[in-house]
């Protein structure tokens, strides 16, 4: 079946820091791909989505590029803020009809002043 | 735009027992799944309801049932409560019928079973 391999964490940086957090994934079709962001103690919140690939997805500094070659879909911010720390989850779409989603473990990264 | 709320955001039950957790879905949304996410872990799919009825389901025994009202929100049902059902709920909501539309979700509902 469809799934999600995140790589693990924590991930601790300082601000400013280049961020990666890479994500592969297994499926078959055509799946779309998410980035979702968890603070603590609340829901998941959609940060970026690319549907087809080679679609870059990009909200608040953050980037991903679907990349159906190598099955990847690498989280990146080239300057992390001290309000970027959180978990990270990425997730796939199950095109068979229901579109529910298959998420990773998740990574929890960690920015200090 | 209301967005997706649940309730309650706590519970603390025993093993056996019954629950009920009710999700309100975002505006315009005719969807809702529901996640089970356990500590440190992502996600998991339980099902989801379209037009009042299940419309796929996830590896979760028949003890988990649900149910979507006229007005697009949600229940979920645990019978005979076991240890291991204590998680993060998470709720989400979304159109079904526009391709591709995230889901989007709600704060959820951390349920403890002693």
């Known amino acids: 079946g469809n799934s999600v391999t995140q790589m693990e964490g924590p991930v601790t940086l300082s601000e400013e820091a280049f961020l990666t957090i890479n994500c592969t994934y297994t499926a078959t079709g055509y799946p779309s791909l998410f980035w979702y962001v968890q603070y603590p103690g609340e829901g998941l919140q959609l940060l970026l989505k690319?549907?087809?690939?080679?679609d870059k997805g990009s909200n608040k500094g953050f980037e991903a590029t679907y990349r159906k070659e190598t099955t990847s879909f690498h989280l990146e911010k080239g300057s992390v803020q001290v309000s970027d720390s959180a978990v990270y989850f990425c997730?796939?779409?199950?095109?068979?009809?229901?579109?529910?989603?298959?998420f990773g473990k998740g990574t929890k990264l960690t920015v200090n002043p | 735009e209301t967005g997706v709320t649940q309730s309650p955001t706590h519970l603390i039950k025993t093993r056996g027992q019954q629950v009920t957790l009710r999700c309100s879905s975002q505006s315009g949304h005719n969807t809702v799944s529901w996640y089970q996410q356990a500590l440190g872990q992502g996600p998991q799919f339980i099902f989801q309801?379209?037009?009042?009825?299940?419309?796929g389901r996830g590896n979760f025994p028949p003890r988990f049932s649900g149910l979507q009202f006229p007005n697009y929100s949600s229940e979920l049902n645990v019978n005979a409560l076991e240890l291991d059902d204590s998680a993060l709920y998470l709720c989400?909501?979304?159109?079904?019928?526009?391709?591709?539309?995230?889901?989007?979700f709600g704060d959820g509902t951390r349920l403890s079973i002693l």
């Open positions: 690319a549907t087809k690939a080679d």
């Open positions: 309801y379209y037009r009042e009825e299940e419309n």
């Open positions: 997730a796939l779409s199950d095109q068979g009809g229901s579109e529910k989603l298959v």
């Open positions: 989400a909501s979304s159109m079904t019928g526009s391709s591709n539309q995230p889901q989007h």
